[in-house]
C-alpha cells in the first residue's frame, strides 16, 4: 500500500514537521485545525485544511469521529497522530482501521499493552530485561504488600498501572506512613486514570532518564536508534534532552539497546517507540515502561543518525520492510535540545501565553528550530505552551552545548516570558557540563536568582548600533568588551534591566 494522501491529527510544530516528510515523499497533506488555530503555520503548510470544532481539545483535536469522517471524505488514505491527543490511544487506532485507514503507529495491540505498566511488566517477563524489584501485580493484599516492601527495602514507590510521566506516583519512606500513602495512591489513580490499580517498586533514588528509540516494521525486524538522556526535568516535563547520554559506555550502551529490541518484540511492536529506562549510579538499568508514539524529544536521534524517524514511520506503516539494518548505524556526533516555553522561569514557570512580538530564530551551523509560530502570532492558552525546540548538533557534546548557548543567545522573543534564560542556566552550568547530573538536577541547583535574562531585543539592537558607531563602522561583538584606538570601552553586553524589573 502506497499512502497518497495523509493527514496529520495534531497541530503546532509536531503536525509541520510531519507535514514536511510528506511533502518530501510526494504525500499530500491534510491539516486539521481547531477555532483557536485558524492562522496556524500547520494549516497554512497543509495542502488542503479542515475545521474540526472550537478551541478546547475535547471539542476538536480529540473529535476522533470527526477526524475519521474528514478522512472518507477527502480520500485520505492515513492518519499521523503526532504526540499527545490521540497518539496513544489504542481505541482510536482501532477505529481508524475499522475505517479501512492506516493508523501511522503501532497496533492497537500494542498501544493496549504498553499503556498499562503491569501488562508491559507481565509481557516481557519472559525475555531477561533488567526491572527494579517489586510487585508483578497490582496490590489487592495490603499486609501481604507491606510484607514485600519490607523485604525490598524502604523507601519503596507506589505506581499507578495506568499512570505515566510521573503522575499518580508515592515515595513511601518507612512503614509507618504506607497506608496513607497507599490511600492517597488509589485514589489519585483512580481520579485521573478511572484505574486504581497500583503497584509497588524500590525506590532508585537520584535516577538518570536513559530512553531508546526502536524501529519496527510489521515483519518482525526491530532496529534501536540508541539512547536519549533526558534527565534535565522540571516536574516530570522535560526541559533538555541529548543524544548520546554523556555517561553510557559502548558496552552499556549495546546492553540496553538489545534490551529495548527484547521489549519491543515482545509485544510485537512495529512502527517507532521508545523504551524508559532509570540508571543509577552505578550504571545499573532499569526497564520503566514504553512510549508508543513518537516523541518531543525525537530529533536529537535524528541528528546522531541521520535517520528521519517520520520517514521511516511512513515506510513501516505502508508494509515496507525496514532498509536500515542495527549494523548500518552509528553515532555521529552529538545533539542537544532545549524545549522553549512560554512560561517564566523567574516567576515558578508560570505559563506566559501572549502575543510573540519579536519572533526571530537562531539560524547557522548545527542549528535545528522545530517550532509552530511566527512573529505576531498569539500563543493559545488551550494547548502546551512549547513554542519551539531549540536543537544544536556539533561533532562533540561540548560543541553542542556551545553552539546551543549561541543559538539561545541569538533568540529573540519578546511579548512573552519564556524559559530560554532557564535553558541557558542549564548549559552553563557545571554538573550539566560534566556529565554528572540526574533527574534531581533542576530542584537541586536551579533558583530564580541563578537567571541571566535574555537581552531585552529594543535594547540589544540599540547597543549594537551604538557600537557599530563608535567602533567606526566595525561589526558589533555581542557580549565582548572591545577597545577602540581612543580606549573607549564600548560593550554590547546584555542588559539585566528585565531581572531587576522582575525582583
Ligand atoms: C522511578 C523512580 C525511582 N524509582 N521508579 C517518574 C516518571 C515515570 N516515567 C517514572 N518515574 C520514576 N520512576 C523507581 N522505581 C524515579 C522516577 C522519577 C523520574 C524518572 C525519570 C525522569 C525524571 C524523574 C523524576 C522523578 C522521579
Same mark, same amino acid.
Given at each position: 500500500?502506497?499512502?497518497?494522501?495523509?493527514?496529520?491529527?495534531?497541530?503546532?510544530?509536531?503536525?509541520?514537521?510531519?507535514?514536511?516528510?510528506?511533502?518530501?515523499?510526494?504525500?499530500?497533506?491534510?491539516?486539521?485545525?481547531?477555532?483557536?488555530?485558524?492562522?496556524?503555520?500547520?494549516?497554512?503548510?497543509?495542502?488542503?485544511?479542515?475545521?474540526?470544532?472550537?478551541?478546547?481539545?475535547?471539542?476538536?483535536?480529540?473529535?476522533?469521529?470527526?477526524?475519521?469522517?474528514?478522512?472518507?471524505?477527502?480520500?485520505?488514505?492515513?492518519?499521523?497522530?503526532?504526540?499527545?491527543? *490521540?497518539?496513544?490511544?489504542?481505541?482510536?487506532?482501532?477505529?481508524?482501521?475499522?475505517?479501512?485507514?492506516?493508523?501511522?503507529?503501532?497496533?492497537?495491540?500494542?498501544?493496549?499493552?504498553?499503556?498499562?505498566?503491569?501488562?508491559?511488566?507481565?509481557?516481557?517477563?519472559?525475555?531477561?530485561?533488567?526491572?527494579?524489584?517489586?510487585?508483578?501485580?497490582?496490590?489487592?493484599?495490603?499486609?501481604?504488600?507491606?510484607?514485600?516492601?519490607?523485604?525490598?527495602?524502604?523507601?519503596?514507590?507506589?505506581?499507578?498501572?495506568?499512570?505515566?510521566?510521573?503522575?499518580?506516583?508515592?515515595?513511601?519512606?518507612? &512503614?509507618?506512613?504506607?497506608?496513607?500513602?497507599?490511600?492517597?495512591?488509589?485514589?489519585?489513580?483512580?481520579?485521573?486514570?478511572?484505574?486504581?490499580?497500583?503497584?509497588?517498586?524500590?525506590?532508585?533514588?537520584?535516577?538518570?532518564?536513559?530512553?531508546?528509540?526502536?524501529?519496527?516494521?510489521?515483519?518482525?525486524?526491530?532496529?534501536?536508534?540508541?539512547?536519549?538522556?533526558?534527565?534535565?526535568?522540571?516536574?516530570?516535563?522535560?526541559?533538555?534532552?541529548?543524544?548520546?547520554?554523556?555517561?553510557?559506555?559502548? &558496552?552499556?550502551?549495546?546492553?540496553?539497546?538489545?534490551?529495548?529490541?527484547?521489549?519491543?518484540?515482545?509485544?510485537?511492536?512495529?512502527?517507532?517507540?521508545?523504551?524508559?529506562?532509570?540508571?543509577? @549510579?552505578?550504571?545499573?538499568?532499569?526497564?520503566? &515502561?514504553?512510549?508508543?508514539? *513518537?516523541?518531543?524529544?525525537?530529533?536529537?536521534?535524528?541528528?546522531?543518525?541521520?535517520?528521519?524517524?517520520?520517514?521511516?514511520?511512513?515506510?513501516?506503516?505502508?508494509?515496507?520492510?525496514?532498509?536500515?539494518?542495527?549494523?548500518?548505524?552509528?553515532?555521529?556526533?552529538?545533539?542537544?535540545?532545549?524545549?522553549?516555553?512560554?512560561?517564566?522561569?523567574?516567576?515558578?514557570?508560570?505559563?506566559?501565553?501572549?502575543?510573540? @512580538?519579536?519572533?526571530?530564530?537562531?539560524?547557522?551551523?548545527?542549528?535545528?528550530? !522545530?517550532?509552530?509560530?511566527?512573529?505576531?502570532?498569539?500563543?493559545?492558552?488551550?494547548? !502546551?505552551?512549547?513554542?519551539?525546540?531549540?536543537?544544536?548538533?556539533? @561533532?562533540?557534546?561540548?560543541?553542542?552545548?556551545?553552539?546551543?548557548?549561541?543559538?539561545?543567545?541569538?533568540?529573540?522573543?519578546?511579548?512573552?516570558?519564556?524559559?530560554?534564560?532557564?535553558?541557558?542556566?542549564?548549559?552553563?552550568?557545571?554538573?550539566?557540563?560534566?556529565?554528572?547530573?540526574?533527574?534531581?538536577?533542576?530542584?537541586?541547583?536551579?533558583?530564580?536568582?541563578?537567571?541571566?535574562?535574555?537581552?531585552?531585543?529594543?535594547?540589544?539592537?540599540?547597543?549594537?548600533?551604538?557600537?557599530?558607531?563608535?567602533?567606526?563602522?566595525?561589526?558589533?561583538?555581542?557580549?565582548?568588551?572591545?577597545?577602540?584606538?581612543?580606549?573607549?570601552?564600548?560593550?554590547?553586553?546584555?542588559?539585566?534591566?528585565?531581572?531587576?524589573?522582575?525582583?
Amino acid at each position: 500500500m502506497t499512502i497518497e494522501k495523509l493527514l496529520v491529527a495534531n497541530r503546532g510544530e509536531i503536525a509541520l514537521r510531519i507535514m514536511r516528510t510528506a511533502r518530501e515523499m510526494g504525500i499530500q497533506t491534510v491539516a486539521i485545525y481547531s477555532e483557536a488555530d485558524r492562522n496556524a503555520l500547520h494549516v497554512r503548510y497543509a495542502d488542503e485544511a479542515v475545521y474540526v470544532g472550537p478551541a478546547p481539545s475535547s471539542e476538536s483535536y480529540l473529535r476522533a469521529d470527526i477526524i475519521i469522517d474528514v478522512c472518507k471524505q477527502l480520500n485520505v488514505d492515513a492518519i499521523h497522530p503526532g504526540y499527545g491527543f *490521540l497518539s496513544e490511544n489504542a481505541n482510536f487506532a482501532r477505529l481508524v482501521r475499522e475505517a479501512g485507514l492506516l493508523f501511522i503507529g503501532p497496533s492497537p495491540e500494542s498501544i493496549e499493552v504498553m499503556g498499562s505498566k503491569l501488562a508491559a511488566k507481565a509481557a516481557v517477563a519472559t525475555y531477561n530485561i533488567p526491572m527494579v524489584p517489586g510487585t508483578p501485580s497490582a496490590i489487592t493484599d495490603r499486609s501481604e504488600a507491606k510484607i514485600i516492601s519490607a523485604k525490598i527495602g524502604y523507601p519503596i514507590l507506589i505506581k499507578a498501572s495506568a499512570g505515566g510521566g510521573g503522575k499518580g506516583m508515592r515515595v513511601v519512606e518507612s &512503614e509507618a506512613d504506607f497506608d496513607e500513602q497507599m490511600d492517597r495512591a488509589v485514589s489519585e489513580a483512580q481520579s485521573a486514570f478511572g484505574d486504581g490499580s497500583v503497584f509497588i517498586e524500590k525506590y532508585v533514588t537520584s535516577p538518570r532518564h536513559v530512553e531508546i528509540q526502536v524501529l519496527g516494521d510489521q515483519h518482525g525486524n526491530i532496529i534501536h536508534l540508541f539512547e536519549r538522556e533526558c534527565s534535565v526535568q522540571r516536574r516530570h516535563q522535560k526541559v533538555v534532552e541529548e543524544a548520546p547520554s554523556a555517561i553510557l559506555t559502548p &558496552e552499556i550502551r549495546d546492553a540496553m539497546g538489545r534490551a529495548a529490541v527484547d521489549v519491543a518484540r515482545a509485544c510485537g511492536y512495529y512502527g517507532a517507540g521508545t523504551v524508559e529506562f532509570i540508571v543509577n @549510579d552505578k550504571l545499573d538499568f532499569y526497564f520503566l &515502561e514504553m512510549n508508543t508514539r *513518537l516523541q518531543v524529544e525525537h530529533p536529537v536521534t535524528e541528528q546522531i543518525t541521520g535517520v528521519d524517524l517520520v520517514k521511516q514511520m511512513i515506510y513501516i506503516a505502508e508494509g515496507k520492510p525496514l532498509a536500515i539494518r542495527q549494523e548500518d548505524l552509528e553515532i555521529k556526533g552529538h545533539a542537544v535540545e532545549v524545549r522553549v516555553y512560554a512560561e517564566d522561569p523567574a516567576n515558578n514557570f508560570l505559563p506566559d501565553v501572549g502575543t510573540l @512580538d519579536t519572533y526571530v530564530r537562531p539560524q547557522g551551523n548545527g542549528v535545528r528550530v !522545530d517550532d509552530g509560530f511566527e512573529q505576531g502570532m498569539a500563543i493559545p492558552i488551550y494547548y !502546551d505552551p512549547m513554542i519551539a525546540k531549540l536543537i544544536t548538533y556539533g @561533532d562533540s557534546r561540548e560543541e553542542a552545548i556551545q553552539k546551543m548557548i549561541r543559538a539561545i543567545d541569538e533568540y529573540q522573543i519578546s511579548g512573552v516570558q519564556t524559559t530560554l534564560p532557564f535553558c541557558r542556566f542549564v548549559m552553563e552550568h557545571d554538573a550539566f557540563r560534566s556529565g554528572q547530573f540526574d533527574t534531581g538536577f533542576v530542584s537541586k541547583y536551579f533558583t530564580p536568582d541563578k537567571l541571566t535574562p535574555a537581552p531585552d531585543v529594543a535594547e540589544s539592537e540599540l547597543a549594537a548600533v551604538l557600537a557599530a558607531y563608535l567602533l567606526n563602522n566595525t561589526r558589533p561583538n555581542a557580549g565582548r568588551t572591545q577597545q577602540n584606538g581612543e580606549n573607549i570601552q564600548v560593550t554590547t553586553q546584555k542588559s539585566n534591566w528585565k531581572a531587576n524589573r522582575l525582583r
